[in-house]
């Protein structure tokens, strides 16, 4: 199971928000090439880089940043989120050297969507499902949709996307630990790799994600312990691979 670090931007700069409320945030950095840098050297095999702004303009905003940091570590997949909302954004990050795109918003509301950006793109597109109480949240997590996160999910798997995010909205930057219940429900649902997101906030969780990963649980994206401290990130790395 890979431990991603999270990387997201607003307005250039390394936050971290709670319960994905764009005026709830701290400032973890000013130089999100220093963070990228950081994690890089403790050992990170993937980064997971939120575009915060895009998520809420509907297009990419901080896209100059994460062309700085895919040039400075081309071997290192990173997968991207935040404003993408059609093929031509996709294919300018592909090129940029991003390996994997992430949709959120725009796979709810355009379903047809990710098929077609899957048969065009195969191998590079995550969809990211954000939510509260088993529903879907859209729009920055700013409003829930009526869609069930397992039915969406088995459909978004018979498109053909590479993986599926999972982010208990309720939980995240909160510290209080993921929602394994609800992760491992998806995971069995599905086929296709999930990535655990939301909550974690020391090695216990580490820990406690690792004793279901069988289930399809292939990685867990963190953010606000490893700025603040609570978790390592080469402890965490390693305890996942000592786990298998």
């Not at 999972?166 to 209080?176: K, Q, V």
């Not at 630990?177 to 599905?190: K, S």
């Not at 963190?222 to 996942?240: C, F, H, P, S």
Request: with cysteine; hydrophobic share 45%.
């Amino acid at each position: 199971m890979l431990v991603i670090p999270a990387i997201d931007l607003k307005d250039g700069k390394c936050v971290r928000l709670r319960q994905g409320r764009m005026e709830d945030d701290t400032v973890f950095s000013d130089d999100p090439l220093a963070v990228a840098e950081r994690w890089v050297q403790a050992g990170a095999r993937r980064l997971h880089i939120v575009d915060l702004n895009g998520a809420f303009a509907g297009k990419p905003v901080n896209a100059a940043i994460i062309r700085e940091i895919v040039r400075a570590y081309p071997d290192l997949p990173v997968q991207v989120g935040g404003g993408i909302r059609d093929d031509d954004t996709i294919q300018t990050y592909l090129d940029a050297g991003v390996r994997y795109v992430i949709l959120g918003t725009k796979a709810i509301n355009t379903p047809h969507f990710v098929g077609d950006v899957c048969r065009e793109f195969p191998g590079h597109i995550i969809v990211g499902l954000d939510a509260k109480n088993g529903k879907v949240a859209i729009d920055g997590w700013s409003k829930l949709s009526h869609h069930d996160v397992i039915d969406i999910a088995q459909r978004f798997e018979k498109d053909g996307v590479e993986a599926i995010i999972y982010t208990d909205i309720s939980r995240d930057g909160m510290m209080g630990g993921v929602n394994i219940e609800a992760t491992v429900a998806l995971a069995r649902a599905v086929s296709i790799p999930i990535i655990a997101s939301g909550g974690i906030s020391s090695l216990e969780d580490i820990t406690a994600l690792c004793a279901v990963a069988d289930e399809g649980i292939t990685g867990v994206i963190t953010g606000r312990a490893l700025y603040e401290g609570t978790l390592d990130l080469a402890a965490a790395q390693k305890l996942a691979d000592e786990s298998v």
